[in-house]
């Protein structure tokens, strides 16, 4: 059994965890904190969890932690690279939901979230978490940096195109929306229901955090730079991205094909029929990518539609999907749940 430790249990990822975790053959939930929490049973906040989850949380200072075999670290942004050193000093694997180690340049970092970077030093160490790319580094890996949602989704819709070199690299778009639930379990003006609901915004157009995140990956598989339009949306639902991606041709290729051979034996990547159009309700809940391809009017451009559940394979199911690899594990394990409908 792995010995599980989870800081920040109880923001949407954190109680995601503890629902996917409680449910995990191989996992035992040893720890989970709160510092505004702390003596509250698990089962008392969520009562979803009730008979499944007997912990209470716990002081993030308590030593608790020291003993886990892995900890994640849902804490939001800024918070994680203060804790990780400490945990991977007592030995412990951390896998960070947060986005404290994914960009490699600590400077892009420090001016895309406003603060100086507390752990410059771990960041060379930390493999960023995308399995469907970095499945090798992963197995070895004792810092993890989980993909952002957005990310996750765009990155899994280009890469086939990118990798086979048949797009224009200069100008790439990605036209994403993601419910509430992606900007966390946190009281904002926007969030109130009277506000999201019946109503769609894009927002952080002028540049986004996930931006340069998205850049970074796509690039790496480009071997070069990549010229990339990114904006998010607001939809008024809880949970799910959709994410239509554009991209330029420059390349004939049998495009459906390209994406049932790149996804190929991957478990958590769906790439459904042509002419399909995929929605974020046949993903709710579960770990699955699913994507379809487009070649609108047999022109230039290719549509590529991605969707996710943000709060799983968009953070949590693939924070544990890393786990599994990690410890050598089938990397389904836990993560077989059956999408919610409706």
């Keep these: 059994m792995i010995k599980v430790g989870i800081v ?7 109680v995601e965890l503890l629902r996917i975790l409680a449910q995990h053959p191989q996992a035992e939930l040893a720890v989970i904190t709160s510092r505004k929490e702390i003596g509250t049973p698990v089962a008392e ?30 804490t939001p942004n800024g918070v994680a690279m203060g804790q990780a050193k400490p945990l991977l000093q007592c030995g412990a694997r951390v896998i960070d939901i947060s986005a404290d180690f994914r960009l490699r340049d600590v400077g892009d970092w420090e001016r895309w979230y ?36 957005y990310p996750t989704s765009v990155q899994l819709g280009f890469l086939p195109l990118i990798e086979a070199g048949v797009v224009d690299l200069r100008h790439l778009i990605a ?9 966390g ?22 540049g986004h955090r996930h931006w340069p995140e998205i850049r970074q990956g796509l690039e790496a598989s480009a071997g070069g730079p990549v010229g990339l339009t990114f904006v ?19 390349g004939e290729a049998d495009f459906q094909k390209l994406f049932e051979q790149r996804y190929r034996g991957e478990p958590f990547v769906d790439v459904l029929p042509p ?9 709710r809940a579960s770990n699955v990518c699913r994507i379809a ?6 022109g230039d451009t290719l549509v590529v539609l991605s969707v996710i559940d943000n709060l799983v394979k968009g953070a949590a199911g693939q924070a544990v999907q890393n786990m599994n690899i990690m410890f050598g594990l089938p990397e389904t394990l836990g993560l077989e749940q059956l999408p919610v409908l409706p």
């Excluded at 969520?46 to 900890?71: K, Y």
């Excluded at 399995?131 to 952002?148: D, T």
């Excluded at 002419?275 to 993903?283: E, I, L, N, Q, Y």
């Design 8 to 14: 920040g249990g109880t923001g949407y990822a954190g």
């Design 45 to 74: 906040l969520f009562p979803s969890l009730r008979g499944r989850v007997a912990l209470a949380f716990s002081d993030p200072a308590a030593p608790g932690l020291a003993g886990c075999d892995v900890v994640f670290l849902a």
């Design 114 to 149: 406003g603060t100086r970077h507390a752990a410059p030093e771990l960041v060379p160490q930390a493999v960023y978490g995308l399995p469907e790319i970095h499945r090798n580094q992963i197995r070895e890996a004792r810092l993890v940096a989980n993909p952002g949602c």
């Design 175 to 183: 036209d994403a929306k993601s419910g509430v639930s992606g900007a």
């Design 185 to 206: 379990r946190k009281a904002e003006m926007h969030l109130l229901f009277s506000e999201a609901s019946d109503n769609f915004m894009a927002y952080g157009v002028p």
């Design 232 to 250: 998010p949306h607001l939809a008024p639902m809880i949970r799910g991205i959709h994410a239509t991606l554009y991209a330029r041709i420059t």
């Design 275 to 283: 002419g399909a159009h995929p929605d974020t309700r046949s993903v």
């Design 293 to 298: 391809v487009h070649r609108p009017h047999g």
